[in-house]
């Protein structure tokens, strides 16, 4: 019973759900898939064990607009978590009891955890949170997630036997004669899901609740008479002058409601202080300021990254597996007496393939715990404003910026992010986009390039690359939207949170959630890939142990080299590399590293001098920026966009676009005078 | 038609408030009901007082304040909200 036991963590965005799931749980037990959809579902288990805490994904209302809302009204009526655990925003309380009031309709037994109630007294709003929870009939925790407070009173609650004790909760509002009629024969014509009270399905339906509705329609002989029932109590509304429509009586009679258990709990004092956020505001989204301050963040970032800290450690990391760690497992391989093979394989296969891509770990670490510190500061969000203008120029959104964004981190938590815009279109547009985000996996080739070519001018090289992806996306998202998004309406309303210090726990509880995924495919993926490649690159049509100018690898590559010859880089190196970078894109290096016999960057980069000029190693990151999306974001799309048609499109016209912007990069650069 | 006594507010439209003004919602009728679930969702409907913060560059988004909390909205929907200056 323990551990199936289950308690959904659910709550409007921006009040501190993560926080609260940070302080109640130690770690992510583990991050799965949702039934039927593709949002990540994290689960973590109780700091006491005594329970898994599910996190659902920041809601407004059980109505979903967009994907990532649908996730949470699936999740309520598909599984049946035991304890609902709601967070309320006690600076916005009137807003978030809407969502408390449709959770405690479902009937499950709830606690509210009342949260940011420092946000509130600085507005000099205090809350009676038993006065609430009487109101409310379920127990209030007053709680501050950032600080640990009132979380072991909550722990101690939320264990089965805490919650078996507590009486169910008997929540019920009066929608009116007209529609309490309505809803009682509702439920006696909808079908019966077992853990879910009839008068919240026949609620939610009355409510014009798109799942429910959708639920409904499956089932055929019922549809009709129920369609009819909410047409005949919509008219008695309007004939009665209640209300337009059902949804709009339904909201007024919460609002109603909520508004008196607000005057009853709340009391105000004085403000304390002007606030921060005001101050901040007034700079970073100045008219004028807004976009260079973004400019500059940016910058610094990269500066941060790839200059400062990042390539410092990284090159300790590179001295430490091409020395002292190849001599270790060099001696180590010859005391157990392996064989020549069994050498060949560890040290220029598996310790160049993966050490080469684990190298680029500190700077990977490093631009996640940035973008991390941008989403939780408050700053994202603000972005979103300062570049809709933008994006809006070129038919997106400014929301498509947050996936944009992220996408410089991994295109596939980037894709994923995709899913808070509400209109299908324009999400279709972002997901295909995204992936020309220059990745932090693209960032180790970029890396391995500049640091022979352009050691001077790193920073500036590298960010050029990204402005490359940025312009192409740019582009292409006015071609895009000018060619199949043009019937449609967009949305664009932000929350803008107040601005917050992020919490060092949570900043690298989200980093390391982001950033272990390159870690693991070092582990699988990039290991695996690296043996198959040294493979191909010992054998060859002669047998093994042959020249690597006469192995499979070669002849791979070879193929494939005279289509890169326009572009500069026709050898069958470049065109192996590319083909298995398919795999990841941090591939690519691990494939130069066993091709060109180099156990440490040092080595690989002197033979790389001599394979490439400035100007073709230029169009070769390009190239690496903008072709083919990896194995894993190719997934990810497929599994977003649910067609194979613009899953090969999003593969295909990339392609094209790489070759392409090689080509005008060299003959551009060549009309230039760079040799 | 007019029940309530002569009063001093003047309909405008949202969008054609300076930063610093502050006004009571009166229609959100000709929003698209997409915009007007996303406002409401954020507390924003008919009599919720909204304050101008700052206006964007070329016409982009304005940073709206409503019961405490601030909101983006493009200028294009602001202009569809009509509201009563006081």
């Known amino acids: ?675 | 038609m007019t029940s309530h006594i002569q009063s001093p507010c003047t309909c405008k439209s949202l969008g054609h408030l300076k930063p610093g003004e502050a006004a009571y919602i009166t229609s959100l009728a000709r929003l698209s009901s997409a915009v007007s679930h996303r406002l409401l969702d954020l507390g924003v409907t008919i009599g919720t007082l909204v304050k101008v913060k700052r206006c964007s560059l070329l016409g982009g988004p304005l940073m709206l304040e409503a019961n405490g909390q601030l909101f983006g909205l493009r200028k294009v929907e602001a202009t569809l909200i009509e509201v009563d200056v006081c």
């Not at chain 1, 590179?318 to 190849?326: N, V």
């Not at chain 1, 980069?605 to 001599?610: D, G, L, N, T």
């Open chain 1, 1 to 675: 019973m323990l551990n199936s036991w289950s308690t959904a963590l659910v709550g409007n965005p921006n009040t501190g759900k993560t926080s609260l799931f940070n302080s109640l749980t130690r770690s992510y037990a583990y991050v799965g898939n949702w039934t039927g959809v593709t949002v990540e579902k994290k689960v973590g288990m109780l700091r006491n064990h005594a329970a898994q805490l599910i996190d659902l994904p920041g809601i407004y209302s059980l109505q979903p607009m967009s994907r990532d809302e649908g996730v949470a009204v699936h999740y309520l009526l598909h599984d049946q978590p035991n304890v609902i655990l709601n967070v309320v925003d006690a600076s916005q309380l009137e807003r978030n009891l809407f969502l408390t009031i449709q959770l405690l309709e479902y009937g499950a037994p709830t606690l509210i955890a009342l949260n940011m109630n420092d946000v509130a007294e600085g507005r000099g709003i205090y809350i009676k949170s038993e006065l609430l929870g009487s109101r409310l009939g379920v127990p209030v925790y007053k709680v501050n997630a950032r600080r640990d407070q009132g979380i072991p009173a909550l722990l101690d609650d939320l264990t089965p036997d805490g919650m078996l004790a507590k009486p169910p909760s008997t929540f019920r509002l009066d929608y009116g004669e007209c529609v309490e009629a309505a809803i009682q024969r509702l439920e006696a014509l909808l079908p019966a899901i077992a853990h879910i009270p009839s008068r919240w399905l026949a609620l939610q339906y009355l409510e014009n609740n798109n799942t429910i509705h959708e639920w409904v329609q499956q089932y055929a002989e019922i549809e009709p008479a129920v369609e009819r029932l909410y047409e005949e109590t919509e008219q008695h509304l309007q004939a009665a002058g209640t209300a337009l429509h059902l949804p709009q009586h339904i909201r007024t009679v919460r609002t109603a409601y909520i508004k008196q258990i607000v005057a009853e709990s709340l009391s105000h004092t004085a403000p304390a202080k002007p606030n921060l956020t005001d101050r901040i505001d007034n700079i970073v989204t100045n008219r004028w300021l807004g976009i260079p301050i973004f400019i500059a963040v940016m910058y610094f970032m990269f500066k941060v990254t790839f200059e400062w800290i990042g390539s410092p450690l990284s090159d300790l990391l590179d001295g430490f597996f091409g020395g002292a760690f190849t001599d270790w497992t060099s001696s180590l391989l010859d005391t157990v007496g392996a064989s020549a093979f069994t050498h060949a394989l560890i040290q220029e296969g598996i310790i160049a393939g993966v050490g080469g891509v684990l190298v680029f770990v500190p700077q990977i670490f490093i631009l996640f715990l940035f973008i991390s510190f941008v989403e939780d500061s408050g700053y994202m969000a603000r972005v979103t404003i300062v570049m809709d203008r933008l994006m809006e120029a070129v038919g997106l959104n400014g929301k498509a910026f947050i996936p944009f964004v992220i996408g410089f981190g991994c295109s596939v938590p980037g894709i994923m992010a995709a899913r808070t815009i509400e209109q299908p279109r324009e999400r279709l547009v972002t997901t295909l986009l995204v992936p020309f985000m220059s990745c932090s996996a693209r960032l180790s080739v970029y890396a391995l390039f500049a640091g022979v070519f352009f050691e001077q001018h790193q920073a500036f090289v590298v960010l050029s690359l990204y402005l490359l992806g940025i312009v192409l996306t740019l582009i292409l998202a006015k071609v895009f939207s000018l060619s199949f998004m043009k019937e449609e309406q967009t949305v664009f309303v932000v929350e803008l949170p107040p601005y917050r210090m992020p919490q060092w726990r949570t900043l690298f509880r989200s980093t390391w959630e982001k950033g272990k995924g390159f870690v693991r495919k070092a582990g699988t993926f990039i290991l695996g890939g690296s043996v198959l490649i040294w493979l191909l690159s010992y054998a060859g049509p002669d047998g093994f142990g042959v020249a690597m100018n006469e192995s499979y690898l070669a002849k791979l590559g070879g193929v494939l080299a005279p289509l890169f010859v326009p572009l500069g880089f026709g050898t069958w190196q470049a065109g192996a590399a590319l083909v298995t970078g398919f795999m990841a894109k941090e591939i690519v290096v691990s494939t130069m590293n066993i091709i060109y016999h180099a156990p440490d960057a040092a080595m690989l980069e002197a033979q790389i001098a001599h394979a490439f000029t400035p100007l073709t190693a230029y169009a070769f990151c390009a190239f690496v920026l903008l072709y083919v999306p990896c194995l894993a974001t190719v997934g990810i799309i497929r599994r977003e966009v649910a067609s194979w048609k613009w899953t090969l499109f999003s593969m295909s016209y990339a392609l094209v676009v790489a070759y392409l912007v090689a080509l005008l990069i060299r003959f551009g650069g060549m009309l230039l005078g760079f040799a």
